[in-house]
C-alpha cells in the first residue's frame, strides 16, 4: 500500500517562499506521476504540478508557472519549491500518486483524477498580505 506525507507547509507573507516536501512509502512501481495539489476552503480542487517519475518535463497549472517548481528528491521524495508567493496560493496541499496516465492524460490537473490513486493527507498553506 502506498502512503504519501506532506510536510514544509506554514505560514509566510505575500512574496515569500515555501518548500513542501513529499515522503513516499510502500509500493513497488519504480515509475509513477507525482503531482501536488491544493484546496481553498469552499473551492475546487486544483491541480499545480506534476511529474513523472520515469523521465520527461514537469508540467504546471498556468496559476503558478514560473513561481513553483516540482523535483525529485532523494529517498522517494518529491518536493515542491514555491516563490514569489500569494494570497490566493492559500489552501491545503496533498501530494498524490498514480500512473503514467495521471500525467500524461492531464487528470492531475483535478486533483484526484483519474489513475491518481494515493494522495497525503494535506499541508496548510497561509499567505498573509
Known amino acids: 500500500q502506498v502512503q504519501l506525507m506532506e510536510s514544509g507547509g506554514g505560514s509566510v507573507q505575500a512574496g515569500g517562499s515555501l518548500r513542501l516536501s513529499c515522503t513516499v512509502s510502500g509500493g513497488t512501481a519504480s515509475t509513477y506521476c507525482m503531482a501536488w495539489f491544493r484546496q481553498a476552503a469552499g473551492q475546487e480542487r486544483e491541480g499545480v504540478a506534476a511529474?513523472?517519475?520515469?523521465?520527461?518535463?514537469p508540467y504546471y497549472a498556468d496559476s503558478v508557472k514560473g513561481r513553483f517548481t516540482i523535483s525529485h528528491g532523494a529517498k522517494k521524495t518529491v518536493l515542491l519549491q514555491m516563490n514569489a508567493l500569494k494570497p490566493e496560493d492559500s489552501g491545503t496541499y496533498y501530494c498524490?500518486?498514480?500512473?503514467?496516465?495521471?500525467?500524461?492524460?492531464?487528470?492531475?490537473?483535478?486533483?484526484?483524477?483519474?489513475?491518481?490513486?494515493?494522495w497525503g493527507e494535506g499541508i496548510p498553506v497561509t499567505l498573509s498580505s
Open positions: 511529474l513523472y517519475i520515469g523521465g520527461g518535463s
Open positions: 498524490e500518486q498514480g500512473s503514467s496516465y495521471g500525467c500524461y492524460s492531464g487528470s492531475w490537473r483535478t486533483g484526484g483524477g483519474q489513475r491518481m490513486d494515493y
